[in-house]
């Protein structure tokens, strides 16, 4: 769970992007101008910066390099339309920690979110529901106060489902991020790696199916 900064002055993406975090988690505070987010970042505690590089009031990149030296300690990552590779470069030599190019899919974005806050240490690591842990740091599940053994692919899966939880995941998305883009598998090992966490970790509800599409954990 953290506080992220979200400036962008496309409200459609804004609104996108905020009910995403909410979903997740996270709480955001959307901004649609450089100003706006100067004075947020001074009023709030902020764990993490989306930028959105084309501005109305103000150079993003300037904005970023202004970010950077004022509150340092702040992870930026740059949402931007221009994907020319130098302006990336700038971007990252200007001080952000990655970025993003539009359109972006969601996971892809919280799952670089998860990178910068793990590498700025204000990820939120622990998670509970129901009388099941996870300790994403230690890589240990526990049920009650029993160890659970997973495998490398389920505990895999189980992360992808808990870092996007709340929203649905195709078969397919499940396959690319818990397994990799390079394997070639169909949506049963999916299914089959989705029963055996059910059964083990016993989220028959949790972990919802949705029909002719895949899976969400509804936490
Ligand atoms: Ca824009």
Known sequence: MADILII?????????????LAMTGHQGFPVFTGREALSALERNRIDLVLL??????MDGFQLLQQISREFAGVPVICVTARDEISDRV???RGGAEDYIVKPFAMEEL??????????????QSVFCFRDVEVDLAGGAVKKGNDLVE????????????????????SRE????????????????TVDVHIRRLRQK????KEIRTIFKYGYRLEV
Do not use: C
């Open 201 to 204: 970790l016993g989220l028959e």
């Open 110 to 123: 919280l799952a670089r979110i998860q990178v910068a806050l793990r590498r700025f240490h204000k990820e």
């Open 8 to 20: 962008e002055d496309d409200r459609r993406i804004s609104d996108l992007v905020y009910r995403t």
């Open 150 to 169: 997973l495998t490398n692919r389920e505990y895999e899966l189980l992360k992808v489902l808990l870092l996007n939880k709340n929203i649905a995941l």
């Open 173 to 188: 998305r499940l396959l690319d991020l818990a397994w990799g883009m390079d394997f070639y598998g169909d949506g049963r």
């Open 90 to 92: 700038k971007g990252l």
């Open 52 to 57: 959105d590089i084309g501005l109305p009031d």
